[in-house]
């Protein structure tokens, strides 16, 4: 038998050829383990190069997007009235002299060293504008992350679980309504509760990290809540179905067979199965969570990424647009690089076949 | 050791078990028979008590002298696995594909608390090497989907008898392997039956595999027991008509009559086939996989050829080649003098037809026949009394012509192969190809299809390439065999000839593991 098709070695061996023992088993064995290293180094490379790809493709549209159109930003940005050495001034600020290709790698070989430019309204480099926000909408963003994913999953599980009966029906009645309603009603109606009805937390702003861990999460718990409620409505009924789906599958039965409990079949054989579907979305919500809290951050006034954007699109700063833009580009398409990892974790098929 | 006690169940307003009865003592197989619905899942389920939703069970089923039916859950799931165990039909799907088998057999061990993790691993190692996966062949990290089908039913066995139970259900075990995978599964079956001293209840549709299999067979029609018997007394010492028809119908052969041999319609030539694998180092050349390795065959005008071999032999990928849909690595396809290739013509591929295993998967649920069996028009051109043809099809397969107006869910499997084989009459072609189309059927729907794929045959002078792995439904319609091993034809001949003495070891080995009914 060639060592190349040891996956169909089984198709024609006997029960007494099995046994045999053939001379080649320990050399086909470590042929199959280099193989199985070469699949994983194989899945890793083709996702780093998709990584990569998809970067340098975004940065290309951002650019000619801002930069490449027709019409001066420079003039744009300051308006009808400005003066023409204003103008002028502001090109030479923006980088907006010498070509484009110059200026585009000029732009990424800036930013790949942590130079984004300087803020035109701010007065100050983007680099720190973003640091400082990020301080803020990171957190914010794993916290609502964590608290949806704590709610949803459980919640997912409870439902499959007891599928038809009325525990179902009260989870889904329940994430019908936190998909229905949209999240600063939620931020709203948290703030009327729990801010003035009865005032446990902060109706908004928050105090920085130098006041303390605690008093910077207490200040976020309110948004977070807000932004976790819908997105783990929606995560809950991607764990319920996937789960379901699973329960039906025949290894379930073999567990079940075996002396397993229905508990424990789901617990033990069911969740890790089903967790596939639930990583795509988890991913996709982390990026939205990241980039999307623009009307939480207003509605509870904190200093986050995408308050800063939204105030750099009406001051028209296109420095901080562009650079903000990009770096929430690379965040989206590194979540979706791990969670390219995390399903391979999760799948031994994925990690072996490549 | 076990018996069951009038056992009835029920789901909604619909019987599903009446009044079952048996009794099974040790190191004794009882085979238990029937066609699909007839019951005989539900019998193991109801034991198991692992009941869908919604079923309702009476009767005793008693363990050494325990009813099984006063147990709680929690003590039922003791019962599971340790002193009952149960394997399935699919062995590709029994399986959790993201664990180890080393971790899904010792989880067997762990679950019941009889050995701690180490000690489970250790006698893992030893159940897997009982069942033929040697360590070091098989290590416990494999995974399932790095095993073949065969290999996974052992996987599947070792977790089954893991606590040396007191009862084995074997729901189908060997439906979906191959004919020489079958036999080694059954012999370990039997094996671990006689040194473990287990009772066995042996579920399977195939006549062949009872009669080889059973001390005691039991036959079951609608829910109900309706004839039992021992091996040696098959066929003759049935009295049930039911269960005398059920042994007539596995053992039909078609009336046919034995036309000249025409003029070659499908040649194939030295055809060779390469598929390209996933590339085993990160920059290295992708490694081909030879399927179809230069073979030669012709089909004459009016012929009933079959072409038998195990899966993975090639002979799917042949019948791909032989269609059209792919395009050959080396060699020729002639249809009636003419090349056959992904690139020809329409109206030449009119003029042969295909009937695949699963009609309903070949069917759109959103369509109704109508639609479906006029589908293959598209070739030649939609004729103007296109609607009269898909009726005169309909009628010649058995169906009615109102029937053009419903959708396939609303008819049984056999309807459904019907309906299949009257999108493949509808364009009048000389050739058809049958891959595994009456695999899936029960035995008595596979007698009435064979029928009439023989009438159809006579009426039309159709041929037929018939691709399957059931060597009993080669011997009754074919003219003339091709066994297919690895890629190559390792032998040709008259059926007849081939069956009674067969040149080739493959071939032999074929014919010696395929479980044959006693003759009448």
Same mark, same amino acid.
């Given at each position: ?56 493709? =975004? ?159 207490? =200040? ?135 | ?520």
């Amino acid at each position: 038998m060639r060592a190349g098709r040891w996956g169909r070695a089984g198709l024609h061996a006997g029960g007494r050829r099995i046994h045999d023992g053939s001379p080649g088993a320990k050399g086909l064995a470590r042929a199959a383990a280099s193989a199985r290293l070469a699949h994983m180094a194989r899945y890793l490379a083709l996702r780093f190069l998709s990584l990569a790809l998809s970067l340098a493709v =975004a940065s290309v549209v951002i650019f000619a997007v801002i930069q490449g159109v027709p019409g001066d930003p420079a003039a744009f940005m300051l308006g009808l009235n400005a003066a023409p050495e204003t103008v002028a001034a502001l090109r030479a600020e923006l980088g907006l002299e010498g070509g484009l290709g110059q200026r585009y790698i000029a732009w990424v070989a800036g930013m790949a060293t942590g130079d984004f430019g300087i803020s035109y309204t701010y007065r100050v480099p983007v680099s720190e504008l973003v640091a400082d926000r990020l301080a803020v909408s990171l957190p914010l963003a794993a916290y609502a992350l964590i608290l949806s994913t704590a709610l949803a999953l459980p919640a997912g599980m409870l439902a499959a679980a007891r599928r038809g009966g009325p525990v179902d029906w009260g989870i889904i009645g329940a994430t019908q309504l936190g998909i229905a309603v949209p999240n600063f009603w939620f931020a709203m109606l948290l703030v009327v509760l729990f801010a003035i009805t009865w005032p446990v937390f902060s109706a908004g702003g928050f105090p920085g990290w130098e006041a303390g861990l605690f008093a910077g999460l207490k =200040a976020l718990t309110l948004p977070a809540v807000a932004l976790a409620l819908p997105q783990a409505a929606i995560l809950a009924r991607v764990m319920r179905s996937a789960l379901i789906e699973t329960l039906q599958a025949d290894y379930i039965r073999t567990a079940r067979a075996k002396g397993l409990s229905e508990g424990a079949a789901i617990r033990r054989h069911a969740f890790r199965n089903a967790l596939i579907p639930v990583l795509t979305i988890l991913g996709l919500q982390f990026s939205f969570l990241l980039a999307g809290a623009i009307i939480i951050e207003n509605v509870f006034f904190l200093p986050g990424l995408g308050r800063l954007i939204f105030q750099g699109i009406t001051a028209r700063d296109l420095i901080v647009v562009q650079s903000v833009t990009m770096l929430l580009v690379f965040a989206v398409i590194l979540v979706t690089f791990l969670v390219d990892l995390a399903y391979a974790a999760v799948d031994p098929r994925l990690r072996k076949r490549g | 050791m076990i018996s069951v006690e009038g056992l009835s169940v029920d789901i909604g307003a619909q019987p599903i078990l009446r009044d079952v009865s048996f009794a099974l003592e040790r190191g004794r197989v009882l085979g238990l028979v029937g066609e699909s619905g007839s019951g005989k899942s539900m019998t193991a389920l109801s034991v198991m008590r692992l009941l869908p939703r919604g079923a309702r069970a009476s009767g005793r089923v008693t363990l050494e002298g325990r009813d099984l039916g006063t147990l709680t859950e929690r003590q039922m799931c003791d019962v599971r696995g340790r002193e009952v165990a149960m394997i399935f039909q699919e062995p590709m799907t029994a399986l959790n594909p993201v664990q180890t088998i080393g971790d899904q057999v010792a989880e067997t061990l762990l679950v019941h608390g009889v050995a701690g993790r180490a000690e489970a691993m250790a006698r893992a190692k030893d159940r897997l090497a009982r069942v033929g996966l040697s360590p070091d062949r098989f290590p416990l990290s494999r995974y399932p989907f790095e095993l073949s089908g065969g290999q996974r039913q052992r996987v599947c066995i070792a977790l089954a008898v893991a606590l040396r139970p007191k009862l084995l259900i074997a729901d189908e075990p060997t439906t979906a392997l191959d004919v020489t995978t079958q036999a080694q599964i059954l012999s370990l079956v039997r094996e671990l039956v006689a040194e473990e001293g287990m009772a066995c209840l042996f579920i399977t549709h195939d006549l062949g595999v009872v009669a080889e299999m059973a001390d005691e067979i039991a036959v079951m029609q609608a829910g109900r027991i309706v004839e039992r018997t021992v091996p040696a007394a098959l066929p003759g010492g049935l009295r049930h008509p039911y269960a005398r028809s059920l042994f007539a119908a596995a053992a039909h052969v078609p009336a046919r009559k034995a036309a000249p041999p025409g003029a070659p319609l499908l040649e194939v030539e030295s055809a060779v086939r390469d598929y390209i694998l996933p590339r085993r180092r990160l920059f290295g050349p992708a490694p081909r996989f030879r399927a179809v390795d230069g073979v030669s065959l012709t089909v004459r005008a009016g012929e009933c050829v079959a072409l038998v071999g195990e899966s993975g032999s090639g002979k799917s990928t042949l019948a791909r080649a032989s269609l059209g849909l792919d395009a050959l690595q080396g060699g020729a396809i002639r249809l009636g003098g003419e090349a056959v290739s992904p690139a020809m013509r329409p109206d030449l591929r009119r003029r042969m037809q295909v009937v695949f295993q699963d009609p309903y998967g070949s069917f759109n649920p959103r369509h109704r026949v109508a639609r479906l069996v006029s589908e293959p028009f598209h070739l030649g051109g939609r004729p103007a009394d296109s609607e009269a043809r898909v009726a005169e099809a309909l009628e010649e397969v058995g169906l009615s012509a109102a029937d053009a107006a419903k959708f396939p869910h609303e008819f049984s499997g056999g309807q459904r192969q019907r309906i299949a084989i009257a999108r493949a009459l509808v364009t009048r072609p000389d050739l058809i190809v049958l891959d595994e189309a009456v695999s899936a059927l029960d035995v008595s729907v596979r007698a009435r299809i064979l029928d009439l794929l023989a009438d159809l045959q006579a009426r039309h002078g159709l041929a037929y390439l018939f691709i399957t792995h059931d060597l009993t439904v080669v011997r009754a319609i074919a003219d003339r065999v091709l066994v297919m091993k690895a890629g190559r034809i390792v032998e040709e001949g008259a059926t007849a000839r081939v069956f009674a003495a067969p040149s080739h070891a493959y071939t032999r080995e074929l014919l010696d593991a395929a479980p044959l009914l006693p003759a009448a």
